[in-house]
C-alpha cells in the first residue's frame, strides 16, 4: 500500500530522472524509496571543480513534513560538514518545509560547497581557514577533490 510519504519519493524521482538539477544525480537504492544514493559534482570554476562526492538520503514516514537525514559518504573538508558526513544545513534542520523535494535538498547542498556559513562550523578547523588563510582552505578543499577521484577508482575496482 502506497503512503503519502511513498507517493511523494516517487514524484521526486520522476523529477530527478526528467529535470535534474546540473551536477546532481539521485535514485533510490535497491528499489528501496526510503534509502537513496545521490551523486553531487564539484561546481565550475570552484575549488571543488571535477569533485565527485557521494551522499546518502534516508527518509522517514514523516517526510515531507520532516527532514531527511542527508550524509556525505565522501570525506569531505567544508566548515558545514562533519567529519562523519553530517551536513549543518538550515533547511534539513530548523528551516525545513516540505515544499523542498529531493531535488532542492541537493541543489542547497550542492551551492553550501561553494558558500559556506563559517558562523555555523561543523568543521572547527575548515571554518578557521576559510576564515584567515583561503588559500590554504582552498588547497585542502582540492585535496578532497582529487581523494574523490581515488574513491571513484577504489569503488570500480569492487
Known amino acids: ?11 521526486d524521482f520522476k523529477k530527478m530522472k526528467t529535470d535534474p538539477p546540473q551536477g546532481i544525480s539521485a535514485s533510490p537504492l535497491n528499489d528501496n524509496i526510503m534509502q537513496w544514493n545521490a551523486v553531487i559534482f564539484g561546481p565550475d570554476e570552484t575549488p571543488w571543480e571535477g569533485g565527485t562526492f557521494k551522499l ?3 527518509f ?12 556525505f559518504n565522501t570525506k569531505m573538508f567544508h566548515p558545514n560538514i562533519y567529519n562523519d558526513g553530517g551536513i549543518c544545513l538550515d533547511i534539513l534542520q530548523n528551516q525545513w518545509s516540505p515544499i523542498y523535494d529531493v531535488s532542492a535538498i541537493l541543489a542547497s547542498i550542492q551551492s553550501l560547497l561553494t558558500d559556506p556559513n563559517p558562523n555555523s562550523p561543523a568543521n572547527s578547523e575548515a571554518s578557521r581557514l576559510y576564515q584567515e588563510n583561503r588559500k590554504l582552505y582552498e588547497k585542502k578543499v582540492k585535496e578532497m577533490v582529487e581523494k574523490s577521484w581515488e574513491e571513484e577508482e577504489e569503488n570500480a575496482d569492487e
Do not use: G, Q
Open 1 to 11: 500500500m502506497s503512503t503519502p510519504c511513498k507517493r511523494r519519493l516517487l514524484r
Open 56 to 58: 546518502t538520503i534516508t
Open 60 to 71: 522517514t514516514e514523516e517526510y515531507p513534513n520532516k527532514p531527511p537525514k542527508v550524509v
